[in-house]
């Protein structure tokens, strides 16, 4: 366990390993707080990607400013480098 931690604090983990994939179980409309999930949802139409319902969202969490909501942080694993992921996030 000790060498998976220190090997995300390293950034040495693809961001294959760190995508969380979060099903949608309604229409964006029908959210009534906005997660992570939601949030790169929402991206994904702007971009002109169709989601809806049953939809798995994919996206990682990237460092943030203080105070910086979480899916404010999460972003679409083809708009990051290596480097752009939150270790802490993934520790903690």
């Known amino acids: 366990m000790k060498n998976i931690i220190d090997n995300i604090k390293k950034k040495e983990i ?3 390993k760190v995508i969380i994939h979060t099903q949608l179980q309604k229409s964006l409309g029908e959210y ?5 999930h939601v949030a ?3 991206r994904m139409v702007e971009k002109g990607i169709p989601v809806g319902p049953g939809s798995i969202i994919e996206y990682v969490i990237t460092k943030g400013k203080d105070k910086e909501k ?6 679409l694993p083809e708009e990051i480098s290596k480097d752009d992921y939150d270790p802490d996030y993934y520790i903690n």
């Open 14 to 16: 693809p961001i294959e």
């Open 32 to 36: 009534d707080s906005i997660g992570p």
């Open 40 to 42: 790169v949802a929402q």
């Open 70 to 75: 979480i899916r404010d942080r999460a972003k």
